[in-house]
């Protein structure tokens, strides 16, 4: 079992930036690809980026390209997001979520995560 904990989220102005950390216990999180997701109200839970093991690969949703970067410290069991330039529309529930599959290609579907955190609010303001 893997437990985890975002943190990080809060209020920020449109073309600010935020830095949401997740925070694994249990296990370690070198075994694991992660990903973040955010869902916004009334809207499906959508893809936003993913990391392999090792954090070299790396891949984006096209709306957050450029703008969010994905980085993990395996040392401390956590995974970033670094959200620099958000606009309004990014305001979400961000998740952090695990996935046990080995990276050979973007991990961007839901079902491939095992585990995931409760989520922590976003809020761009203009």
């Known amino acids: 079992q893997v437990q985890l904990v975002e943190s990080g989220g809060g209020l920020v102005q449109a073309g600010g930036s935020l830095r949401l950390s997740c925070t694994a216990s249990?296990?370690?999180?070198?075994?694991?690809?992660m990903g973040w997701f955010r869902q916004a109200p009334g809207k499906e839970r959508e893809f936003v980026a993913t990391t392999g093991r090792s954090g070299v690969d790396t891949y984006y949703a096209d709306s957050v390209k450029g703008r969010f970067t994905i980085s993990r410290d395996n040392r401390k069991n956590t995974v970033y997001l670094q959200m620099n330039s958000p606009k309004p529309e990014d305001t979400a529930v961000y998740y952090c979520?695990?996935?046990?599959?080995?990276?050979?290609?973007?991990?961007?579907?839901?079902?491939?995560?095992?585990?995931w955190g409760q989520g922590t609010q976003v809020t761009v303001s203009t």
């Open positions: 249990g296990r370690t999180l070198s075994t694991f690809a």
């Open positions: 979520a695990a996935s046990p599959t080995r990276w050979a290609g973007p991990i961007k579907l839901k079902e491939s995560y095992e585990y």
